[in-house]
């Protein structure tokens, strides 16, 4: 199996992750190593996919996200065809194909990603942790809707969820996942009972229960 570029990985390493302490806490370099992880590993199931590529994808897909979170693929894209150092290791095409694929690793996107590159980022961001989701849901309420009162911090949390992870979900995945698979399960059982979510939630993120939620 091809070795990634040992310099590749320096560089990365050096000058690139260290930009990710300025993202909240759901797309920090610990959200990072879990894709560029994921990628590898889905890397397996498709032909002729190069190593470096899948690598440079996944560790700048979320580079910008604390620029303009809604736009943030846009953003981490043109940050990585923008960097003159990627010259060192891809070809101008290689370049475009990876510029491509994180610009499609989004949930959200409507059509699938255009190379085998996107199909595998995208799928290898989706989250197979229901304690994970919650908290960072959670975490990402307090930081931007710091007026939201406790109840509506959980609606807007179950609503989120049932649109990404639900039965009609958008987070759609192009690997093989059996983790993602369970996480789907586990996610439809728990979105059944609201009660169950609300505790859960609550659970997961050190609150106290309170009768105001129910």
Known sequence: MQEINNDLKKYIEENIFPIYEKNDAGHNLEHINYVIKRCLKFSKQFSNI???MVYATAAYHD???HIDKDNHETLSAKWFYEDENTKKFFSEEERLIIKEAIEDHRASLEREPRSDYGKIVSSADRSTDIKMILKRTHLYSLKHYPKMNLEEMIDRAYKNISQKYGS???AKNYCLDEEYNQ???EV???????NEFI?????????KNSNNCK
Request: glycine content about 8%; hydrophobic content about 35%; aromatic content about 10%.
């Open 183 to 185: 996480f789907k399960k």
């Open 50 to 52: 190069n190593l470096d």
């Open 188 to 194: 439809k059982l728990l979105l059944k009972d609201k």
């Open 199 to 207: 505790n859960k939630y609550l659970e997961v993120n050190g609150i």
């Open 168 to 170: 009609e979900g958008y």
């Open 63 to 65: 580079i910008a996200h």
